[in-house]
């Protein structure tokens, strides 16, 4: 180091970790899981009725339930379908009041058709229980 050198932070984005190379000289992208999954508390989900989604980012996205809870769902999961942000409402049967989220979607270059949630931070989506929702039991 240099007597008044001033050092930078660079900002660091971690989106996907992707693999190059392959045997043959090319490169080979390997895409890591894009599903988003939506995590609803034991005390809520039973009284889960499904999940509405809009925006760019899921216009034509279908949240699936992959851990039926009674007539209710523990869990769902969905795949962004564009670039963009995506509202997520998971509705219920009672109180407290359904549930709302925003998330966003990116894409990426060598992974053609697959949009992650930005930050990858923001999956899961967890849904309050009771008590922090405001409700009580």
Request: glycine residues 12%; proline residues 8%.
């Given at each position: 180091?240099?007597?008044?050198?001033?050092?930078?932070?660079?900002?660091?984005v971690?989106?996907?970790?992707?693999?190059?190379?392959?045997?043959?000289?090319?490169?080979?992208?390997?895409?890591?899981?894009?599903?988003?999954h939506?995590?609803?508390p034991?005390?809520?989900?039973?009284?889960?009725?499904?999940?509405?989604?809009?925006g760019?980012?899921?216009?034509?996205?279908?949240?699936?339930c992959?851990?039926?809870?009674?007539?209710?769902?523990?869990?769902?999961e969905?795949?962004g379908?564009?670039?963009?942000?995506?509202?997520?409402?998971?509705?219920?049967?009672e109180?407290p009041?359904?549930?709302?989220?925003?998330?966003?979607?990116?894409g990426?270059?060598?992974?053609?058709g697959?949009?992650?949630?930005?930050?990858?931070?923001?999956?899961?989506?967890?849904?309050?229980?009771?008590s922090?929702?405001?409700?009580?039991?």
């Amino acid at each position: 180091m240099f007597p008044g050198t001033i050092l930078r932070a660079l900002p660091v984005v971690a989106v996907v970790t992707l693999g190059c190379s392959d045997d043959s000289g090319g490169t080979e992208c390997s895409c890591g899981d894009s599903t988003v999954h939506i995590e609803v508390p034991a005390d809520r989900a039973p009284y889960a009725l499904g999940v509405t989604l809009s925006g760019r980012g899921c216009a034509t996205a279908t949240a699936q339930c992959t851990q039926p809870a009674g007539a209710g769902c523990a869990a769902y999961e969905f795949d962004g379908t564009g670039i963009g942000d995506c509202d997520v409402e998971l509705t219920f049967a009672e109180a407290p009041a359904d549930f709302q989220e925003q998330v966003s979607f990116t894409g990426i270059p060598c992974c053609a058709g697959l949009y992650y949630v930005s930050p990858p931070s923001a999956d899961p989506i967890e849904v309050p229980d009771v008590s922090d929702a405001g409700g009580t039991e």
